[in-house]
């Protein structure tokens, strides 16, 4: 049991408790950003004379060591520490002796790992961002290539009105667009270093906490070392943007899962991202899909646990708040492999454009167009749509569509109908005729698709904030 807080203890900890408190097992995850952190602290004590340049210098080349040989896999992290912070500084210590006990002066484990959280979940929030810019561009692609591919529009599940493939589409691409936004509001926010703070009332010792913050690549230091120690809210509204995205996927998974039905055959999914039965031979099922539109109850679970833990927390650090780390590394894990999985799965899944015309055809979807049409004759709205009304009853009983009528039936039922009808109820004038910005007629769909390509041109987050 290797600790850092022995000397006014007379009585070992309980063997059970040690374990319990331990969170070694999981902010291992921690490290890289743990020893950058250490790296920046030495190099600013240094600098303000509180160390030597030799003590800084012989630090620093302990820290290195200690990170490449983590890395190549020559020492292992010893899970014997009560966390990684007390790892690195027992390791440190090891090597090169004396000099190491000086690395934690002018700093407590509070702002450590309030550090060293902001840097790592930074660095996903960025990571997020690139995976959706990702997604966001097979989304583009085939938008361009489908703006004339008809599908039925749906409210209620039932069929509304025709539309197109790439404005389906097109509304995700809006959707996952805001969710980038949401990652760039976060990294704005969050992008404030704690360290310094101390345990919660800073330090004596003279630090320069804004030469640390810019070694750190951050906008500045925290205002206030109570809330710098206990502040998570970065992490509830990283959890929930990343809900908000996981709410966006699964809708879209549930589309895919309808579409590749048996029933529906809009899609086909890639066998490389389909999966078999045991017992069925003909099965191809959606596994990927539906694991997608699973996984949104854990990544929600993981902001709801967050805001509950942290509601009843006095200023400022309680160990309560070790408990941000396992369910954000969950959920940042768990949206980072849906984001990818799932971007493969939309580049490889074929259209059945033939079957999605087809469908767009049937079920009156151009009923609201026919009633337009009356409209254009002069009959009032509200009449118009109690004569097409009629008219699809009329279908419904004869098995028929309004479009497949004959002249004559159709005047019998309005004296308005004129043989230009059957162009005005095509589903080409149906959906070219739609043509306000974020319609889907082709000209208003052209508009939209190249401000959202010159959209994607921008800098991501990652490009824009070169840390490391
Ligand atoms: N493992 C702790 C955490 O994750 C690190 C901070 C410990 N601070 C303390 N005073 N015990 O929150």
């Not at 292992?76 to 007390?86: A, K, R, V």
Request: charged letters at 30%; one cysteine or more; a negative charge.
């Amino acid at each position: 049991m290797a600790q850092l807080w022995g000397g006014r203890f007379t009585k070992e900890t309980d063997r059970l408790v040690y374990d319990f408190n331990a969170s070694i097992g999981f902010d291992r995850r921690l490290f890289h950003e743990d020893i950058e952190g250490s790296m920046a602290h030495v190099t600013m004590l240094a600098k303000q004379g509180i160390l030597t340049e030799g003590e800084r210098d012989e630090i620093l080349e302990g820290l290195t060591g200690i990170r490449q040989d983590v890395d190549a896999g020559t020492i292992e992290i010893d899970e014997g520490c009560e966390d990684i912070h007390s790892f690195a500084e027992a390791e440190l210590i090891r090597r090169i002796g004396d000099t190491g006990k000086k690395l934690h002066t002018g700093r407590s484990r509070n702002d450590q790992v309030a550090l060293d959280m902001r840097l790592y979940t930074r660095k996903h929030v960025a990571e997020v961002d690139g995976l959706l810019k990702d997604l966001l561009a097979v989304i583009l692609a085939a938008m361009e290539e489908n703006i004339g591919t008809y599908m039925p529009g749906f409210t209620h599940l039932q069929k509304a009105q025709p539309t197109t493939l790439a404005h389906h589409y097109g509304a995700y691409f809006e959707m996952f667009r805001r969710d980038r936004q949401r990652m760039a509001d976060i990294y704005e926010r969050m992008n404030y270093c704690p360290l310094g703070a101390g345990a919660l009332a800073g330090t004596t010792y003279p630090l320069d906490r804004d030469y640390t913050a810019s070694l750190l690549g951050f906008a500045g230091p925290t205002l206030n070392s109570m809330d710098s120690v206990s502040d998570r809210d970065y992490l509830i509204e990283f959890l929930a943007a990343l809900s908000t995205v996981m709410m966006h996927l699964s809708r879209f998974s549930e589309e895919i899962i309808i579409w590749n039905s048996n029933e529906y055959q809009f899609v086909e999914i890639d066998d490389a991202y389909s999966t078999g039965s045991s017992i069925m031979p003909q099965k191809k099922n959606p596994d990927i899909a539906e694991l997608v539109r699973g996984k949104t109850g854990r990544v929600y679970g993981a902001l709801m646990s967050l805001l509950t833990t942290m509601k009843g927390i006095p200023l400022a650090y309680n160990k309560d708040m070790q408990e941000d780390k396992e369910l954000t590394f969950d959920a940042i894990d768990t949206v980072e492999d849906c984001l990818a999985l799932f971007t493969g799965m939309l580049r490889t899944m074929r259209f059945r454009k033939e079957r999605m015309a087809e469908s767009a055809m049937n079920g009156f979807t151009n009923a609201t167009d026919a009633a337009d049409y009356l409209v254009g004759k002069g009959v009032p709205f509200r009449d118009a749509h109690g004569i097409i009304g009629r008219l699809v009853l009329y279908c419904v009983d004869k098995g028929s569509s309004i479009d497949r009528l004959s002249l004559e039936e159709l005047q019998r039922i309005s004296d308005k109908f004129e043989a230009d009808i059957y162009d005005a109820i095509s589903l080409k004038t149906c959906v070219e005729k739609r043509l306000t910005i974020g319609g889907p007629g082709a000209e208003a769909m052209r508009t939209v698709i190249e401000k959202q390509k010159s959209y994607l041109a921008e800098e991501s987050l990652a490009e824009r904030n070169k840390t490391e």
